[in-house]
C-alpha cells in the first residue's frame, strides 16, 4: 500500500500545480479575445488601421478597446468629437469600450482607496459625458495597482483584467493567458513571433488573450503579424480563412 501512496501523491501534485497554471476557459469571452490599450485621441489613425483588420476579419464583438479619459491630462475626450464619434462608432458595430485608467500618468492605480476612487469617478463621469455606456471591464494603466484600488474598482462591479488573471467583482480570480506580440515588432522577428503565438494557442485550451498598443503595433511588422495571426485563428475557429493565404 505504502510503495502506491508514493507515486499517487507525485501525480495529485501534478495534477493540481499543473491545473493551478492552465489558463481558464471564460464563457463570457470565449476562445479568442483582442484587447487594445490606450485608446485615445493622440492614437486616431493608428486605431483606424488597427480597426479595419479587426473588421475584415469580423472580430468586432471579440474585441475589447479600453479608452484613457484624459490621456497625459491633456488629451480630454470631450475635447474631441472626431475621436468620440469614431468610438462610438466602433461600439454600434459590437466593439466592447472599457476603461483603462483616467490620464495614464505614472502607476496612476497604485494609490489609496480615496485617490482610486476619485479618479474612476472621473473615468466615469468622463464616458458618461461623451455618451459612451458605462464600462464593464477595467486595465490598470502598466498592469499596475494597488490591493485597495483593486478593491474599489470591483466593489463598482466593473471586473478588471490583469496581465496575468482576471478578477471578478464576487471576489473570485482566474488565470488567463494574456500575450502581446507587436511591441515594435522588426520584421526580421515576424515569422518567429507568428509560430510562437500560433504553438501558443493551439496548446492553450483557455481562453486566447492578446493585447496590442496603437503605435506600437503599427511599426514595423506589426500589422502584418495581425493579419496573418487573425487569419490563423478565423481559419483554426471556422475552418475558413479570409485571404486563403496563410
Ligand atoms: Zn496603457
Known sequence: ??????????????????????????????????????????????????????????????????????????????????????????????????????????????????????????????????NLSRPHYFIAPRYSLSGDALSVILSRNITVIGGDFVYYPNGTSVPVLNREYTWYLPSPLLDYQLESARTSYRNTRGTFFISIHPKAANNGAGLEFLRRFLEFVRKQETGQGLTGAS
Not at 69 to 97: D, T
Not at 98 to 107: A, P, S, W
Request: charged share 20%; hydrophobic share 40%; net charge negative.
Open 1 to 130: 500500500m505504502k510503495k502506491l501512496l508514493v507515486p499517487l501523491v507525485v501525480l495529485l501534485v501534478f495534477v493540481s500545480s499543473s491545473s493551478l497554471d492552465e489558463p481558464a476557459y471564460l464563457q463570457n469571452f470565449g476562445r479568442f479575445v483582442i484587447l487594445v490599450h490606450d485608446v485615445s485621441p493622440g492614437y486616431l489613425p493608428q486605431l483606424k488601421q488597427i480597426t479595419v483588420l479587426i473588421d475584415a476579419y469580423g472580430l468586432q464583438n471579440e474585441t475589447y478597446l479600453f479608452v484613457i479619459p484624459n490621456h497625459g491630462g491633456e488629451k480630454p475626450l470631450w475635447e474631441h468629437p472626431e475621436f468620440i464619434s469614431f468610438i462610438q462608432n466602433l461600439s454600434a458595430r459590437g466593439y466592447h469600450i472599457e476603461l483603462h485608467g483616467y490620464d495614464h500618468i505614472g502607476n496612476e492605480f497604485d494609490c489609496s482607496a480615496g485617490v482610486a476612487e476619485e479618479r474612476l469617478e472621473l473615468g466615469l463621469e468622463a464616458f458618461e459625458s461623451c
